[in-house]
């Protein structure tokens, strides 16, 4: 029955289409011809039953067909449905031969869609992943203010304001980020709505080539009271001591990234695979999905070895009220307070369980965990530290990482959340829907009420604020903790609209 459905969708939609249309140029002929085969069939298939299509037609259709060579069609193919009508037109075929050189011709057109489709994917991942000019501008410009003024270099914080960074009587958030842009909305936008910014300590980790425009833009643009942290990874005591396992653990993966299957040759070769698994696949191979400022929340123990209690926060969200009742909330000696994200009334986002995320056909998954267990979101989590130290944690991530690698890639393929979600199990305490409203970067129909009602929203997806393709409704809930009047800014075109 699936089998019959999915011909008949695929193809013969398809072959009505055609005969109703070679019926219309042809008039009313004798019925051994085409355009009254066309006649006698299109009513039938568009009504309610589909039954009477000749058998011949089901039998060219299920019959194994070989590929045809894109570049090289071959002269019998028809390139076009109106050559193929052309085609039918002037040679009158029967039904059997008819249906060989639409499925052909299908196939051929199919397989061309699919090439595009593929592209079309690849454009999309390409316009998600790379640097609009005007970010690289402002990298360059404040760079190069670091470099020549030194009231961009100043150290952050000041030096009254170190005791701070390791009191636990304060608020502390980290942020991991190489992007200055979106970072800068973070810190405006927590510090804006926080009803205690005096108490506010934010840590932002940021990678080697980053820290100097990162400097400059908060040492230009202080957010007094509340204490701000610039660091680079590689300044911090811990990373600097010597072996570091997620430096490690990124390169393995890298390595087996690139010539997962086959490499990405092999990848894109397959026929059996839809475009956008493919698409997917070539992603999973890409660097974005493997940058260290993704993984290095499973250190936040050893890189802030004094703090008890941190809330980790993604560089693509916006905080729209005051963050400080997250340190009020029980945590129930468990490590990650996150929200959940397998109900909601958002029914596209709000879907996630473990089998979303996790190959349940294999036995290492399936026989630890449960399909349908419900999924959390990372992007703005509550780390209770002392928790984490006294947990194996980052041993379990590490032991699936290498799982993971082992077995070919084949327990997850995508991303930081898979192996959180495995190291986190039983240790994540579930927060209030509000403290975390996800998708807004995923789907355009996320209400602008509810986002203005959340009190963080997550442009998690590919549709980042800060790229041409964010949805023009729910940027401004992002641009408004923009200075588009800032001499940076303006300077390097980034514009409010
Ligand atoms: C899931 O696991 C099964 C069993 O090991 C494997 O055959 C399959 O290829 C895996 N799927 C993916 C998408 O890796
Ligand atoms: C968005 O809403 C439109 C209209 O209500 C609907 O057709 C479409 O499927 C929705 N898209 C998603 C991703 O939910």
């Excluded at 957010?223 to 990373?239: D, G, M, N, S, Y």
């Excluded at 809330?311 to 000696?333: E, K």
């Excluded at 006294?390 to 995508?414: A, G, P, R, V």
Aim: glycine residues 4%; proline residues 6%.
């Amino acid at each position: 029955m699936v089998l019959y459905s999915l011909l008949f969708f695929t193809f013969l939609l398809r072959f009505v289409f055609v005969m109703t249309a070679v019926e219309t140029i042809d008039g009313q002929r004798k019925c051994s011809s085409i355009g009254c085969l066309g006649k006698r069939l299109a009513p039938k298939i568009l009504g309610t039953s589909p039954s009477s299509v000749p058998e011949v037609l089901y039998e060219v259709f299920e019959e194994p067909s070989s590929l045809v060579n894109e570049k090289n069609p071959g002269p019998d193919i028809p390139q076009s449905l109106e050559d193929f009508m052309t085609e039918v037109r002037e040679t009158r075929p029967d039904a059997r031969t008819f249906a060989l050189k639409l499925k052909t011709m299908v196939n051929y057109l199919e397989q061309r869609t699919r090439t595009a489709k593929i592209q079309e994917y690849l454009y999309r991942h390409v316009a998600s992943s790379s640097i609009p000019k005007q970010l690289y501008c402002l990298t360059l410009r404040l760079a190069n203010e670091h470099s020549m003024n030194s009231a961009a270099r100043m150290q952050l914080p000041n030096p009254e304001q170190v005791p701070y960074l390791v009191d636990n009587s304060f608020f502390h958030f980290v942020l991991a980020s190489d992007n200055v842009l979106a970072a800068s909305v973070v810190a405006n936008s927590l510090v804006r709505n926080s009803l205690h910014p005096e108490r506010v300590v934010l840590h932002i980790i940021t990678d080697k080539k980053t820290f100097a425009p990162m400097q400059g833009w908060f040492s230009l643009h202080p957010l007094t009271p509340a204490v701000i942290e610039v660091k680079a990874l590689h300044q911090f005591e811990w990373i600097s001591k010597g072996k570091v396992p997620v430096l490690e653990a990124m390169e393995k993966d890298q390595m087996a990234r690139s010539q997962f299957r086959g490499g990405s040759q092999a990848i894109v070769a397959s026929d059996s695979e839809r475009p956008n698994v493919i698409a997917a696949k070539l992603q999973a191979m890409s660097p974005k999905y493997n940058s260290i400022m993704n993984h290095i929340r499973i250190h936040l123990p050893e890189l802030f070895p004094s703090l008890n209690k941190v809330v980790f926060l993604d560089d693509d969200i916006v905080i729209q009220t005051d963050l400080s009742p997250l340190w009020d909330i029980d945590m129930d000696g468990k490590v990650n307070g996150a929200v959940q994200t397998c109900s909601g009334d958002d029914k596209f986002v709000m879907s996630k369980k473990l089998k979303n995320y996790l190959n349940f056909s294999h036995p290492l998954i399936a026989n630890n965990f449960h399909p349908e267990e419900c999924a959390w979101a990372y992007g703005m989590n509550i780390f209770d530290l002392e928790a984490w130290r006294k947990s194996d944690i980052t041993q379990t991530y590490y032991h699936w990482l290498q799982l993971n690698l082992k077995s070919d890639l084949s327990l997850w393929q995508l991303g930081t959340l898979p192996p959180g979600l495995i190291a986190f199990h039983g240790h994540v305490q579930v927060i209030d829907p509000f403290w975390h409203m996800l998708g807004l970067g995923y789907q355009e129909n996320t209400s602008l009420e509810d986002a203005e009602n959340a009190g963080v929203i997550h442009f998690n997806g590919r549709a980042k604020p800060w790229l041409d393709i964010a949805f023009p409704q729910l940027r401004p809930l992002w641009a408004k903790y923009i200075d588009f009047s800032d001499k940076f800014i303006k300077g390097c075109h980034i514009r409010d609209s």
